[in-house]
């Protein structure tokens, strides 16, 4: 649904670390035909920072349905608490407004379906804040990938560590790290980009998941903080995926392999050993010992800049102005989230886990986590607020 009216009215719901990130975005004039027009944040004492610092011009809502009804927003990002994304998407939806969540799309996978389903039948233009999508290296990847370069897939390998955190950051809100705060740890809250990426520049899920999630291994947390899984996929390659919060120093390498060669991302550089003849080609005629195909090693030139957060929201914009291809589009966040739903699942039964995952069967499981969890609801909106900013939301 394109509206081409001059600007776009923009409301925020959920003001903490990237609600706010999003809301100075706006404000800088970098978007155009976007204007901040309301904030939404559950905090009454919120309302004196939004004026402060923001603008006193913002209208301030602390109930987000009253905000959607009234009829003074086109578009919201949401910005809140995983649990709430998609109730609060499907309001907006139903009030014909257009939406842009924050990474995860919701913690399992049923919340997502419904959501998109709501999108789809609001005619609303929606997308999700994979930001990493507008990463040039990923780009050049997906690109490589596409185009048959690489050949077809074979393995991937992706060790994500770098992101170390204390027990101080999870101690600086009662509600990280816990079932029913969170609804996860490193997989919902850091991992999300990740398992994005590797099904969109590879194009492939995988028929199955073995994983090894460890919950509290290096902090006093309920969720996971190190996780290990295996993946198979339909034309037979395999995936690793390695990512914790408790090591330092971390790494960031993907790596992977094809039947023309391998492309390593690491350290801000793409790398392509590229295989002069398909492996399978060379495999079939040489009639030697050791040999192999020939291997050139390539520099890949990357084009281009990051533009992150206002890259997507930029993009949104211009997708519902003009009818812009979204970079991002909401409804393919339920695919990443089906990766970590499925290494949860695996986990708690000690077995391989088919994609699709049941929903019935991972709701269950995480109900009985979300009950036994160190935090109890009402407390989830009560936390100690910082000097500047709260983090209850993001």
């Not at 905000?67 to 949401?78: E, H, N, P, Y």
């Not at 957060?309 to 989230?337: D, K, M, V, Y």
């Amino acid at each position: 649904m394109k509206d081409t009216s001059s600007t776009i009215r923009v409301g925020i719901i959920g003001v903490g670390n990237m609600g706010s990130a999003h809301a100075r975005t706006l404000l800088s004039g970098t978007i155009p035909g976007a204007e901040l027009v309301a904030v939404c944040d559950i905090r009454e004492m919120m309302r004196d920072w939004v004026s402060e610092k923001l603008s006193p011009a913002i209208a301030f809502w602390s109930n987000a349905e009253d905000m959607l009804s009234s009829g003074t927003v086109d578009a919201v990002i949401l910005a809140t608490p995983h649990y709430d994304h998609a109730r609060q998407a499907a309001l907006a939806f139903a009030k014909g407004i257009h939406v842009l969540v924050e990474k995860p799309a919701g913690v399992y996978t049923r919340q997502v379906r419904e959501m998109n389903e709501a999108a789809a039948a609001s005619g609303s233009v929606f997308s999700i804040m994979y930001n990493q999508r507008t990463n040039p290296l990923y780009i050049k990847l997906k690109d490589l990938i596409a185009s048959g370069e690489l050949g077809e897939i074979r393995r991937l390998n992706w060790i994500i560590t770098n992101w170390y955190r204390s027990q101080s950051y999870y101690d600086s809100g009662g509600w990280r790290a816990t079932w029913s705060g969170e609804g996860g740890g490193v997989l919902i809250n850091q991992c999300p980009h990740q398992l994005d990426l590797l099904q969109w520049t590879t194009g492939m899920m995988p028929t199955r998941i073995r994983a090894f999630c460890q919950f509290g291994k290096y902090r006093n947390i309920e969720v996971e903080d190190d996780v290990t899984a295996y993946a198979e996929y339909e034309n037979g390659a395999t995936a690793v995926f390695i990512t914790t919060t408790g090591e330092y120093p971390g790494s960031n390498r993907f790596e992977i392999t094809g039947d023309q060669g391998k492309i390593v991302i690491e350290n801000d550089t793409l790398t392509f050993w590229r295989l002069r003849e398909s492996e399978t080609s060379f495999n079939q005629h040489y009639t030697g010992k050791f040999g192999h195909p020939e291997c050139w090693k390539c520099e890949i030139p990357i084009e281009g800049i990051e533009t992150g957060h206002p890259g997507i929201i930029r993009n949104w914009i211009e997708s519902i102005q003009h009818g812009t291809p979204l970079i991002a589009p909401g409804e393919e966040g339920i695919r990443g989230l089906s990766l970590s739903n499925a290494m949860y699942l695996s986990t708690w039964l000690d077995d391989w886990v088919e994609l699709p995952v049941s929903e019935e069967q991972f709701e269950h499981e995480l109900e009985q986590r979300k009950q036994q969890s160190s935090v109890a609801k009402s407390q989830l909106s009560t936390d100690q607020l910082p000097a500047d900013l709260s983090t209850t939301y993001k």
